[in-house]
């Protein structure tokens, strides 16, 4: 009886082994890669004609998180720092909403980082309400290419 029980506790520890060292290198792999912001999806010159405000801002805070639908949250009363402005008139510290996607996994986003430099796609949807559609990483290539579809006909806000 005791050979066996040495035998499941060594058969037992090598698994709890081997899971740990899995869950390991899956936490090393999932971290290396580039993190998916919100609005993802959403193709960037499609994009800049459709929202008022394009700024350069950080989270001070990320806001409080409410289930809505399946596979999302939504994050209200974040506090964002506008930096820059590429589009619009928001400047200063302002409040706004955002949603976060966990679903489907494979295109799972990242919620944002406070204290880091985002392009944010803002929709004004009242007084003092405003909602991000999109996050970029506030990265030189990225701004070039958010100013550059600006500056061009189809970059111009429609109506």
């Known amino acids: 009886m ?3 029980w040495r035998k499941l506790s060594l058969g037992s520890g090598i698994i709890i082994l081997l899971i740990g060292m899995l869950a390991v290198g899956t936490c090393y792999a999932v971290s290396d890669k ?12 499609e994009l800049v004609p459709s929202v008022p405000s394009i700024v350069i801002a950080k989270f001070i805070s990320l806001g409080f998180g409410e289930a809505d639908d399946p596979g999302a949250i939504t994050f209200e009363q974040a506090k964002v720092e506008i930096v820059s402005s590429l589009r619009g008139s928001l400047s ?17 986003e990242s919620a944002p980082i406070t204290g880091i430099r985002y392009i944010m796609f803002i929709q004004t949807l009242g ?3 405003h909602e991000i559609r999109k996050l970029l990483a506030a990265t030189d290539d990225n701004i070039a290419l958010v100013k550059a579809i600006i500056s061009t006909p189809k970059g111009s806000i429609s109506k």
């Open 2 to 4: 005791k050979t066996t």
């Open 34 to 45: 580039t993190p998916v912001l919100p609005g993802h999806d959403r193709k960037t010159e």
């Open 92 to 108: 200063g510290t302002i409040t706004a909403s955002y949603s976060v996607r966990s679903f489907p996994v494979a295109e799972k």
């Open 127 to 129: 007084p003092n309400e």
